[in-house]
């Protein structure tokens, strides 16, 4: 009996395309032909049913583009499971060959590691932050300490000390850095260890704090914070005799005398020097106050306010206003020790302020809480063997003497 052409269904692209006939004849039975042309020669096949004839024009399409060698007829169970996956995968909005392209891609990026152990990798260390490049996340983070009101002085050493390790990650998102990648840009620093330790505290203080923003995961240690430290060699501290410290005064500028004088016999850190106000300086009670708002440690303290002190702060004294208004602190102490004639000693002049006020009192305690240090810190980083006849000789140096 007469079939007769219905209508047209077309799968595929030029080079590679099938046209799916749906056939009729006169009993009223259909049925559904694939039409294709392959090595110059119109080639058929005829399905009874629409889906199968579907799948055969997809795959056949498919080797044709490719050329690849004839292919089988499809079984019903084919048909139903290739249904079930375009169903699944149109829930994502795909196609069945588009996913398949994603799949294959990321199995031959990930190589043995399953696409399984790739998603629970990422559940584990990017999902529900925040993706932000570190060159972006530096001025975040020193805007928010300068909000924060912390010091230009804090600001400009981590801007300095924070600088190369910003340079070199800059495009890299703060979650992909690692903490080998910390550990060997730490390493590859030509700086004492204890600058690396530095640089380390730094970087974990970015870290932490980008993890509170929500750019790391909240509920682990960063890798900033598992990273190397450096073994600093225990050696003695470098104080200053008391007639050192006379040379240095004699030749001292008038104006660098308060910041000499103060960190010599009160051990005063220099940075918190740099925020003392002449208000600070309680005359009367005897003692300078250190705010917790100056204070590296953020505690406040009361440190002795000597009479030898006194005596050399007594003709610079104001009612108020900074006590040190000088900037470049290191390059004016490096000259002031190079006309000297000794040299300039870094951290010296707290150091020697330690060293003597424990000989002198004999009480590690009193001593750490007037540094606003811990008595372990102490003894590990500021004393000094001294006598007690040598503290009198230090705290006995008086302006004209």
């Known amino acids: 009996m007469k079939q007769k052409k219905r209508s047209v269904i077309t799968v595929g692209r030029e080079g590679s395309e099938i046209k799916i006939y749906t056939l009729r004849t006169g009993s009223g039975y259909e049925s559904y032909q694939c039409a294709w042309h392959d090595v110059g020669r ?40 290739f249904k079930s996956c375009e169903t699944r995968v149109a829930r ?61 002085i804090y600001l400009k050493v981590y801007r300095c000390q924070i600088q190369h390790f910003q340079k070199q990650f800059a495009a890299t998102q703060i979650s992909e850095i690692t903490t080998p990648n910390i550990d060997r840009f730490l390493r590859m620093q030509t700086c004492s260890p204890v600058t690396k330790n530095n640089i380390r505290r730094n970087i974990v ?45 004699k030749v001292c500028m008038p104006n660098l005398v308060p910041l000499l004088v103060i960190g010599a016999f009160s051990g ?55 006590v040190c208004q000088l900037s470049n602190h290191s390059l004016r102490l490096n000259y002031l020790g190079e006309k000297a004639g000794i040299g300039w000693r870094q951290n010296a002049l707290r150091h020697s302020y ?9 009480d590690a305690a009193k001593v750490a809480l007037e ?17 007690p006849e040598a503290a009198t000789e230090w705290f006995g140096i008086m302006p004209g003497a």
């Not at 399905?47 to 079984?75: H, M, R, W, Y």
């Not at 399953?114 to 060159?135: D, Y």
């Not at 303290?301 to 206003?321: D, F, I, M, T």
């Not at 330690?354 to 004999?362: F, G, H, P, T, W």
């Open 205 to 249: 203080t970015l870290f932490t704090w980008a993890r509170e923003q929500g750019y790391l995961q909240e509920d682990r240690k960063t890798a900033a914070e598992k990273a190397m430290t450096f073994l600093v060699p225990d050696q003695a501290p470098a104080i200053w005799t008391a007639d050192e410290m006379r040379k240095l005064l």
């Open 42 to 81: 119109r080639q058929t096949k005829t399905f009874g049913q629409i889906d199968a004839a579907k799948l055969f024009a997809q795959q056949k399409c498919v080797a044709l583009a490719n050329g690849l060698p004839e292919i089988t007829s499809a079984t019903l169970r084919d048909i139903e499971v």
């Open 92 to 152: 994502l909005g795909l196609t069945l060959p588009a996913a398949i392209d994603e799949w294959l891609s990321a199995r031959e990026t990930l190589g043995p590691l399953s696409l399984s152990e790739a998603v629970q990798f990422f559940m584990r260390h990017r999902a529900g932050i925040t993706p932000i490049r570190l060159g972006d996340l530096v001025p975040l983070f020193l805007e928010a300490k300068q909000a924060a009101n912390v010091s230009n």
């Open 371 to 387: 540094l606003g240090n811990s008595p372990e810190k102490l003894f590990r980083h500021y004393r000094e063997l001294v006598t």
């Open 354 to 362: 330690a060293s003597y006020r424990l000989a002198e009192i004999q």
């Open 268 to 322: 005063i850190r220099s940075a918190e020097i740099d925020r003392l106000d002449w208000q600070d300086v309680l005359w009367e009670q005897g003692y300078i106050e250190i705010k917790a708002k100056k204070a590296k440690t953020k505690s406040r303290r009361l440190v002795p306010l000597r009479e030898n002190l006194k005596k050399w702060l007594e003709p610079y004294r104001q009612a108020s206003g900074p």
